[in-house]
C-alpha cells in the first residue's frame, strides 16, 4: 500500500490560562492509502486538534503535512480534497436529503446531470437511495448521519476525516453504525482517518489505532498488537482491562522472563514493544479474563477475595495479592449457570498461562 498522509514532526502550542501549552507534541505518522486508521485517547489528549491540522482548519506551531508526496502544509482547508464529517451532522434542516448531499457539487458549478448522478451514487452507497426527497427530521439519528457521510462522499476527497461521528447516537445505533461506516470504507477503498475516545469502537473498526496521552503517541498499531504487547501501562489499561502487578524482572529464557511478585515466581511473555531490563522494576500485564482459581498450581499467586460483581456473562473477582499491596486486582470468570459462586474472604491461588502475561518495562 502506497502512503497517502504522512506528518512529519507536527506540533501545535496554544496560549492557555495565560501559559503556554503543548496540545499535540511531536507527532509522526504515516497513513497508507485505503487504511482506516483511528486516534483513540481521553478527553484532552489532543486527537481534534491533530485532526483539525490534518484538515488545514488548524495550524501546525511546527512540522509538515505531506498529501500523496506533495507539501500541504500552507495549502488552506478547501483545496485540500479532503472531507469531514463532525460529530453533529450538521445538514441543512430546511433542505431535502438530494439537495443537502448536492450541495458541494453545486459550489463546484457541476452540471445539473453530473449532479443528479453523483448524488443518486452517493446515496447508493450509504444505503439510503430512497430517501432523497425527505427532509433531516424524517430520518432517524443514524439516517442522517449517513447522510452526512454521503455528502462527503459525493466530492470524492482523497481522505475522510471524521471526529467521533457517533457520539450523538444512542448505544445500539452506534454499534450498528461501527460496521456499516467500515463497511463503507472498505467497500469504496477509502482512507479513513477516525477519532474516538470509546476503545471498542476502535479495536473493532480499526485496520490501526494511535493511541494518544497528552499530546504524543503512546503507541502506534493494529488492534491486537495493542492488546497483546502494549507500549506502556496507559495502553494496557486503556485498551481493554489490565491488572498491573509490579515486580522484578528476575531473568530472561528466550520470549520469556521469571518475574517475581514479592515471595513469589512466576513466568510470562517478554514485552517487545518495551522490553524490561533484568535486575529492574517492571510490570506484569494480565488481563482478568485470563486469570483463573485454582489449588496447588504452577505460575500463580496466592491470593485472598475482596468482593465480587455479578455481571450477567461473568463474574468480575476483585482480591489482593497476599502479603503484597494494597492494590486490588481483577479476574473475570465466564458465568455457568450452577457454577460454585466464590465467598468473599476465600484465600487461594490465582494463576494464568505464561502466554497470557507480559512483562513490561516500568
Ligand atoms: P481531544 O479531541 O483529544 O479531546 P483536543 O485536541 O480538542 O482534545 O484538545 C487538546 C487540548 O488542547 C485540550 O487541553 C484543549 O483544551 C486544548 N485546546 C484545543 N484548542 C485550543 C485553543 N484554540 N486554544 C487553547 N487551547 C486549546
Ligand atoms: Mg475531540
Known sequence: MSVALCLQNISRHYIKDGKNFTAVSSV???VKSGEFLTFLGPSGCGKTTTLRMIAGFETPSSGE???DGENITSVPANER???FVFQNYALFPHMKIFDNVAYGLKIRGESKDTIKKKVHEALAMVGLENAEGNYPNQLSGGEQQRVALARVLVLRPKIILMDEPLSNLDAKLRLHMRTEIRRIQKDLS???LYVTHDQKEALTMSDRIMVM???????????FDLYDDPASAFVADFIG?????????ESKDGDFGIFSVGERRVRARLGKQNPPE??????????????SFAQGTENSLPVKLVNRLFEGDRIDYRFKIKNFTDTVYSMGVSFLPGMPILEEGKELEATFVPQAGVIIKK
Open 65 to 67: 503535512i505531506l498529501l
Open 81 to 83: 480534497q479532503m472531507g
Open 190 to 192: 477509502l482512507t479513513c
Open 28 to 30: 509522526d505518522l504515516e
Open 278 to 291: 533484568i535486575g529492574k522494576d517492571a510490570l506484569l500485564v494480565v488481563r482478568p479474563e485470563n486469570l
Open 241 to 249: 482491562q489490565a491488572n498491573l502487578i509490579p515486580g522484578i524482572l
Open 213 to 223: 496521552q497528552r499530546g504524543h503517541i503512546e503507541q502506534l498499531g493494529t488492534p
